[in-house]
């Protein structure tokens, strides 16, 4: 395997007249690597992953995806990468089979490669219904999984994946997952935005943006163990807890960090003396327990909370 990074960003900046979208972002992902892109709408994502395709150069800074750059011409990184965005991009009112012949013309694939490498993807996503059905009759889940076929169509060193799964059911997000690690296992390099942090949970690393800015970079466990360094803690109220009893209770003293989890609560302790001196009165309202602070927990402390 190469040492050589197959995704490298240095110094990146994207600027929109005053307005900056991407603020000096640097990272790298290795090749095979399953990369998760985390942030809140607006957070830079889906501006930087457009830099990364070849679509938009960067104001300042320097990019490299799979060995290529801008330095190397127009199209240099778009022959590397596939792509799939977050809104469906294929035609319901073609079969797959026309979906297919009209991104293979695109990109002036050789007719025997292109079809030895879509019957190849037709297998990869288990796909038994033909290439004659039509696009617009297939399931959420089916249509995102013919999708990743497209995008891997050219055989690409990197796949971008913006938010692949968003309205797919469960059973379809978890058939998706198992797509993608066979993709990565198969030495290729999966960038993935997400909402679902079930899902960026799967990845190897995890990049969180806010405003432009990369701010945290660690493996899933990584994250949570340098975002909450103090003991995180689960809260399930004894009552009705009323919305002044609740907004006391997000600024008390005991805690760092609180926030609602579903009908409960999670909660991080401000420190050992605080907690010690609170928590016999806090039992007083709540059933509590120790718990590991989830990847949720770590998106709203980093992410939302600092917003």
């Not at 797959?96 to 490498?117: C, Q, T």
């Not at 996503?125 to 033909?130: N, P, R, V």
């Not at 600024?251 to 960090?257: C, D, K, P």
């Not at 609170?278 to 327990?289: H, Q, S």
Request: with cysteine.
């Amino acid at each position: 395997m190469s040492a050589e990074p197959a995704v490298e960003a240095r110094g990146l900046s994207v600027r929109y007249g005053d307005f900056t979208a991407v603020d000096r972002v640097s990272f790298s992902v290795a090749r095979g690597e399953i990369f998760g892109f985390l942030g809140a709408n607006g957070a830079g994502k889906t501006t930087t992953i457009r830099v990364l395709c070849g679509l938009l150069p960067p104001t300042e800074g320097a990019v490299r995806v799979a060995g290529r750059s801008y330095a190397d011409g127009e199209r240099a990184i778009k022959e590397k990468v596939g792509y799939m965005s977050q809104k469906f991009t294929l035609y319901n009112d073609l079969t797959i089979g026309e979906n297919l012949d009209f991104i293979a013309s695109l990109r002036k694939l050789e007719p025997s490669y292109y079809a030895r490498r879509r019957d190849e993807l037709m297998e990869l996503i288990s796909f038994k219904k033909g290439l004659g059905e039509k696009v617009g009759a297939l399931s959420g889940g089916t249509k995102q999984q013919v999708s990743l076929a497209a995008a891997l169509l050219h055989d690409p060193e990197v796949v971008f994946l913006d938010e692949p799964t968003a309205g797919v059911t469960p059973a379809g997000r978890d058939r998706f997952w198992k797509l993608i690690r066979r993709v990565a296992g198969s030495g290729k390099t999966v960038f993935v935005t997400t909402h679902y942090m079930d899902e960026a949970e799967q990845c190897g690393r995890i990049a969180l943006m806010r405003s432009g800015k990369l701010v945290a970079m660690d493996s899933p466990a990584g994250l949570k163990k340098s975002v909450f360094p103090e003991p995180v803690f689960e809260f399930d109220p004894l009552g009705t807890l009323s919305f002044a009893a609740l907004a006391a209770f997000e600024s008390h003293q005991a805690f760092s960090f609180f926030e609602p989890y579903g009908p409960r609560f999670h909660a991080a302790a401000a420190g050992p003396e605080a907690w010690a001196r609170w928590r016999p009165e806090l039992e007083k309202t709540f059933r509590i327990r120790e718990i590991a602070p989830s990847l949720e927990d770590v998106f709203i402390r980093v992410v939302e909370s600092a917003a």
